[in-house]
């Protein structure tokens, strides 16, 4: 977690220039190649995994009824949007990939910020990942198995398979993964809208009893605050996932208008899918059958489908598959981000000097992965850690607010009323408290897991005078992850050239003055 040997380079506007000082022996960049449709694919891939079709009954369950059910579907989509409104304008004012790492670091400090990026390395990123890929090989394996559970081994064989594949075209190219994620998130529209027209003609038949005012507000059990707390929570982390595309906002075709465009349409659209898919489920189930599949949209395509039940299986391993590809793009976008500014090895901020694609970072988050596959308490970690991840929307919205009365006169292409921000805490704020009062012991467990971080980075970053022997032996190694990987340094420059007047990402090599100009007139 040193930083290596820092150079500056040149502003460029464009993708396009940087290839051409590629070309001329000037460096390489990444490049602008996620314009608004992949974008929008980015928000709405990360956010509908498999739990819409797996398992979207946390909420019924808490909320006690059907009404009720809908109507946080709906709040928890408004708040979202809030709070994807608030990333918007940190995201084009603070234009740099790396999403609420970066603007926490910016506002806060560096500790504050390492301690949101140590969590996500540690914990967040691997866990999920690993989930989402066993989740995938789980349901293409199911149907070799039709009267068991496929083997535990089978499952994480093909769950490694898959994580390898997705970091191989990431690897390769950024087109490439970002044409998958727009095919898989497009197929699980498809799967969507599929169901929600079912639906429909469910209704047009009159199977509409559970949404009927009468019979939807009558609770299956007692009403409680405390569980319509939880079916808020829940909510809430079923669109986990829409601050994702500022973990990439160094990539995108003209910023200032794609990032803000691509909110506004993604967040509704995935509320609409969220809300309208729910009502489907519940004209061909009763909340009791719902509460009892383990699959509810394979119970839903038993009910309805037919010959055609296939089609909802297949459908979730689709939205898995494209689930882990989004995860590893934005995952390996935030220890990118995070080692250009020091906070860790700056092999890891390196990028491919032809595909321009960030590989030491992405073979960084695959291993991980891979490694967490190996474990079985990747449930609990997630449990420990959700926690934490909601603290930190919090307080990257909260520093909105900060930066509004530290620096009044920068810049900001969107600038939103502060109303917006406030209404988004006071909500935060009411779950965060709920949360510790109901699980003192998981909550506490994961402030403990981030608070691990604060030694690590007085030892690992602050302190700068470390051992000659330490340093030497850090440089080797990122020689050697160079050469093997055939990547360069990108640097950060700030100024305003092209068309976009935006922040344009450099690379240059960190070898040592006496190999580096030879290294950078062969490969930049």
Not at 74 to 99: F, H, M, Q, R
Not at 134 to 163: D, W
Request: with cysteine; proline share 5%.
């Amino acid at each position: 977690m040193t930083d290596g040997p820092r150079q500056r380079g040149s502003t460029s506007g464009s993708a396009k220039d940087a290839a051409g000082e590629k070309e001329s022996g000037g460096g390489v960049a990444l490049k602008k190649e996620i314009g608004l449709v992949s974008a929008c694919g980015i928000i709405v891939g990360n956010i509908i995994g498999s739990g819409i079709f797996v398992s979207p009954k946390g909420v019924m369950e808490n909320a006690s009824s059907v009404g009720l059910a809908l109507i946080v579907w709906i709040i928890t989509g408004i708040i979202t949007a809030i709070g994807a409104l608030c990333y918007a304008e940190l995201g084009v004012t603070i234009p740099k990939s790396g999403g609420d790492y970066s603007y926490v670091k910016d506002i806060f400090g560096g500790l504050a910020g390492f301690l949101r990026l140590w969590i996500a390395v540690l914990v967040i990123y691997p866990t999920n990942q690993a989930v989402i890929a066993l989740t995938f090989s789980n349901y293409v394996l199911q149907p070799l198995f039709p009267t068991c559970f496929p083997p535990e081994n089978g499952l994480r064989l093909l769950a490694a398979i898959c994580l390898l594949l997705l970091t191989w075209v990431n690897c390769s190219s950024v087109r490439w993964a970002t044409r998958v994620q727009d095919i898989f998130t497009a197929g699980k529209l498809l799967a969507l809208a599929l169901i929600i027209i079912m639906g429909i003609v469910q209704i047009c038949k009159g199977e509409y009893y559970w949404l009927e005012p009468a019979n939807a507000f009558e609770p299956f059990q007692e009403y409680d605050v405390g569980l319509i707390a939880l079916a808020f929570l829940q909510g809430s982390f079923a669109y986990g996932g829409w601050n994702f595309l500022n973990y990439v906002t160094e990539e995108l075709v003209d910023p200032y208008v794609n990032l803000p465009r691509a909110i506004f349409i993604s967040i509704p659209l995935v509320t609409f899918v969220y809300v309208f898919a729910n009502i489907a489920y519940v004209t061909a189930m009763s909340p009791q059958e719902l509460l009892a599949s383990n699959a509810v949209a394979v119970t839903f395509g038993e009910k309805l489908l037919g010959v055609m039940q296939w089609i909802m299986p297949i459908s979730v391993a689709l939205s898995t598959f494209g689930g882990v590809n989004g995860s590893l793009f934005t995952s390996s976008r935030l220890f990118f981000a995070g080692a250009r500014e020091g906070h860790l090895p700056s092999l890891l901020a390196m990028i491919h000097v032809k595909r321009c694609t960030p590989i030491p970072a992405l073979l960084f988050t695959c291993l991980s992965t891979l490694l967490m596959l190996c474990t079985s308490d990747m449930y609990t970690l997630i449990n420990y850690v959700g926690f934490i991840n909601y603290l930190f929307y919090g307080v990257t919205v909260a520093g909105q607010i900060v930066l509004r009365f530290k620096e009044p006169n920068m810049h900001r292409p969107i600038k939103i009323s502060l109303i917006w921000p406030v209404i988004y805490l006071i909500f935060w704020a009411f779950l965060l408290i709920f949360s510790l009062y109901s699980e003192p012991v998981v909550c506490g467990i994961g402030l403990a897991i981030m608070l691990t971080g604060v030694p690590v980075y007085f030892l690992g970053v602050y302190w700068d005078n470390k051992p000659q022997c330490f340093d030497t032996f850090v440089n080797k190694m990122t020689y050697v992850g160079q050469k093997f990987c055939v990547v360069v340094y990108p640097e950060q420059s700030s100024g305003s050239s092209g068309e976009e007047g935006e922040e344009m990402t450099e690379a240059r090599s960190p070898l040592s003055k006496q190999d580096g100009e030879n290294h950078k007139s062969a490969d930049c």
